[in-house]
């Protein structure tokens, strides 16, 4: 009987399937108790978002709510 070794916390960890990165930041955010995060990121996303919209034909109409 051969016997096999014991995987270790590392080998079992590189067995796990790797998070994505909004699932690692949800994590995050959860574990560190980090909720003040939130709304910075929905007002960079809301900013990032119009911007793009910004070059696009969408221009004239996003102009006209401000």
């Known amino acids: 009987m051969s ?3 014991q995987k270790n916390e ?3 960890l590189n067995e796990e399937k790797p998070m994505s990165l909004f699932s690692e930041f949800c994590l995050f955010i959860k ?3 980090a909720y003040w995060m ?4 929905l007002t ?3 900013v990032g978002l119009l911007a793009t ?3 696009t034909g969408a221009a004239p109409f996003i ?3 401000f």
Do not use: C, H, V
Request: hydrophobic fraction near 40%; avoid cysteine; charged fraction near 25%.
């Open 38 to 41: 939130i709304p910075i990121l």
């Open 10 to 12: 590392f080998e079992k």
């Open 3 to 5: 016997e096999q070794p």
């Open 53 to 55: 919209l910004s070059t």
């Open 31 to 33: 574990e560190n108790k």
């Open 63 to 65: 102009y006209t709510l």
């Open 44 to 46: 960079l996303a809301l």
